[in-house]
């Protein structure tokens, strides 16, 4: 059984019985009425999707069975109106593989990650803020370090949503020293729990999906709900320790910034109008340094639909 890494993938590539992680699973129907699924395959450099064609009832069951283990699949690699494609030939499941080696890790350790966090929660100088935080952080610790940040387009790998909180955080700190007049406090505390719901929204790291109450409710409303919660818990029921609560939902229900975003709340505060920013600029970012992983100098990318389906250009000159 050959190893064949995504990212070094190239047109024309032929893989037989390559051993990946099968991460994702739909179908749909041709236009000649014929059944074919749609698979993701993941290792640890990264996904790609491929398409199994001509396919029955019977297959669609049993490649279901499959996704979430590592399986041996046979497929070649092209292009289609620039777009690439796997034409899957064959799969099975595959035998006594450790499934960690085919999971995408943050590039940066778990006990690092934790330790930055920790310095930036510890910076935090109101108390009230500070003991809120902590107590949510402290509830979800173990879930937080393992889970992605979504389920595709940004920091969709293991351990991904602690990496994308640490680079808002470090962006929060960079804003702070430009425009002195933000709340540090509240910028750092609406960094911390904007998308602390995830947890609970996502099933976890491996063929993450959307659970049940992620569909129904949704994270921002779930940590909403999670912060008056603690906030009883901790018996924070003072005129002042109810402003924080109110602030600290206020930061979490507005940090997709637009109503047709999915925010219930516009940002009304200048720490909410910034937590809006550094979480845009750091998905997008992540998405345009994947998109152009592997785009030679002088080439584009194929389209991102997350990205306005844009396509990004590779610059002939050297990075700087």
Same mark, same amino acid.
């Given at each position: 059984?050959?190893? $064949?890494?995504?990212?070094?993938?190239?047109?024309?590539?032929?893989?037989? /019985?390559?051993?990946? @992680?099968?991460?994702?699973?739909?179908?749909?129907?041709?236009?000649?009425?014929?059944?074919?699924?749609?698979?993701?395959?993941?290792?640890?450099?990264?996904?790609?999707?491929?398409? @199994?064609?001509?396919?029955?009832?019977?297959?669609?069951?049993?490649?279901?069975?499959l996704v979430g283990t590592i399986i041996e699949a046979s497929f070649v690699k092209n292009t289609y109106r620039n777009?690439?494609q796997l034409k899957v030939i064959k799969l099975q499941r595959a035998e006594n593989v450790a499934l960690e080696q085919?999971?995408?890790?943050?590039?940066?350790?778990?006990?690092?990650?934790?330790?930055? $966090?920790?310095?930036?929660?510890?910076?935090?100088?109101?108390?009230?803020?500070?003991? @809120?935080?902590?107590?949510?952080?402290?509830?979800?610790?173990?879930? !937080?370090?393992?889970?992605?940040?979504?389920?595709?387009?940004?920091?969709?790998?293991?351990?991904?949503?602690?990496?994308?909180?640490?680079?808002?955080?470090?962006?929060?700190?960079?804003?702070?020293?430009?425009?002195?007049?933000?709340?540090?406090?509240?910028?750092?505390?609406? $960094?911390?729990?904007?998308?602390?719901?995830?947890?609970?929204?996502?099933?976890?790291?491996?063929?993450?999906?959307?659970?049940?109450?992620?569909?129904?409710?949704?994270?921002?409303?779930?940590?909403?709900?999670?912060?008056?919660?603690?906030?009883?818990?901790?018996?924070?029921?003072?005129?002042?320790? /109810?402003?924080?609560?109110?602030?600290?939902?206020?930061?979490?229900?507005?940090?997709?910034?637009?109503?047709?975003?999915?925010?219930?709340? @516009?940002?009304?505060?200048?720490?909410?109008?910034?937590?809006?920013?550094?979480?845009?600029?750091?998905?997008?970012?992540?998405?345009?340094?994947?998109?152009? /992983?592997?785009?030679?100098?002088?080439? !584009?990318? /194929?389209?991102? !639909?997350?990205?306005?389906?844009?396509?990004?250009?590779?610059?002939?000159?050297?990075?700087?």
């Amino acid at each position: 059984m050959k190893v $064949v890494e995504i990212h070094k993938l190239t047109d024309g590539t032929t893989v037989e /019985q390559a051993p990946y @992680l099968l991460s994702g699973l739909t179908h749909g129907t041709a236009n000649n009425g014929q059944l074919y699924l749609n698979l993701e395959f993941q290792d640890s450099t990264g996904t790609i999707s491929g398409k @199994l064609w001509q396919a029955n009832q019977e297959i669609l069951q049993q490649v279901s069975e499959l996704v979430g283990t590592i399986i041996e699949a046979s497929f070649v690699k092209n292009t289609y109106r620039n777009q690439t494609q796997l034409k899957v030939i064959k799969l099975q499941r595959a035998e006594n593989v450790a499934l960690e080696q085919f999971i995408e890790t943050a590039p940066m350790a778990s006990d690092a990650m934790q330790q930055e $966090v920790a310095n930036y929660i510890q910076a935090i100088i109101n108390s009230d803020v500070q003991i @809120l935080v902590q107590s949510l952080m402290t509830k979800y610790h173990e879930s !937080f370090y393992r889970f992605p940040a979504a389920s595709k387009n940004h920091h969709d790998y293991m351990g991904g949503l602690a990496y994308h909180t640490i680079c808002m955080l470090r962006l929060a700190k960079m804003m702070k020293e430009l425009y002195p007049i933000l709340n540090s406090d509240y910028l750092y505390a609406g $960094v911390l729990l904007h998308d602390l719901g995830k947890v609970v929204e996502l099933s976890g790291p491996i063929a993450t999906e959307y659970t049940t109450k992620g569909k129904l409710i949704g994270h921002i409303n779930i940590m909403v709900s999670e912060i008056e919660v603690m906030s009883q818990r901790l018996q924070m029921h003072s005129e002042t320790q /109810q402003e924080v609560v109110m602030i600290l939902q206020h930061l979490v229900l507005s940090h997709h910034g637009k109503l047709e975003y999915g925010s219930p709340k @516009l940002p009304m505060m200048m720490e909410a109008e910034m937590l809006t920013y550094i979480d845009n600029i750091d998905a997008k970012m992540m998405m345009m340094e994947r998109a152009l /992983q592997g785009i030679e100098p002088g080439e !584009f990318s /194929q389209r991102v !639909f997350a990205l306005e389906n844009r396509q990004l250009y590779q610059p002939k000159s050297d990075k700087q």
